[in-house]
């Protein structure tokens, strides 16, 4: 399966980024340029999809840590939307599944992260 990555404004200040595919090393900066960009242009309101991600490493990890550290200092509010088993296994051994806000839906997620 080929990464891609995706984002869409939804309501409430809120978007959404859809990721799929393996999230690792040459595919984390990408998503980290998003990210980057989106926070920039001051959208502080984000959710990860994370729905089609079926690979995700440290670096990934890494991407949504710094961005969770980004939005708080903004004053925005991040989610992470329904994790695949793999990834939410991962988020879980990495002790990240309690420090990011995680949701089994995106409808969840988007509600959390609209505060």
């Given at each position: 399966?080929?990464f891609?990555?995706?984002?869409?404004?939804?309501?409430?200040?809120?978007?959404?980024?859809?990721?799929?595919?393996?999230?690792?090393?040459?595919?984390?900066?990408?998503?980290?340029?998003?990210?980057?960009?989106?926070?920039?242009?001051?959208?502080?309101?984000?959710?990860?999809?994370l729905?089609?991600?079926t690979?995700?490493?440290?670096?990934?990890?890494t991407?949504f840590?710094?961005?969770?550290?980004r939005?708080?200092?903004?004053?925005?509010r991040?989610?992470?939307?329904?994790?695949?088993p793999?990834?939410?296994?991962?988020?879980?051994?990495?002790?990240?599944?309690?420090?990011l806000?995680?949701?089994?839906?995106?409808?969840?997620?988007?509600?959390?992260?609209?505060?």
């Open positions: 399966m080929t891609s990555i995706d984002s869409e404004p939804r309501d409430r200040g809120v978007t959404v980024i859809s990721v799929a595919g393996e999230l690792d090393l040459a595919t984390a900066p990408e998503l980290a340029d998003l990210t980057n960009r989106l926070l920039a242009g001051g959208q502080a309101r984000l959710v990860y999809d729905s089609g991600v690979f995700c490493d440290s670096t990934g990890l991407v840590v710094r961005a969770k550290n939005v708080d200092a903004l004053g925005g991040l989610s992470l939307a329904a994790p695949s793999i990834v939410h296994r991962v988020l879980e051994v990495s002790g990240l599944l309690e420090a806000d995680t949701q089994p839906t995106l409808a969840q997620a988007c509600a959390a992260a609209a505060g």
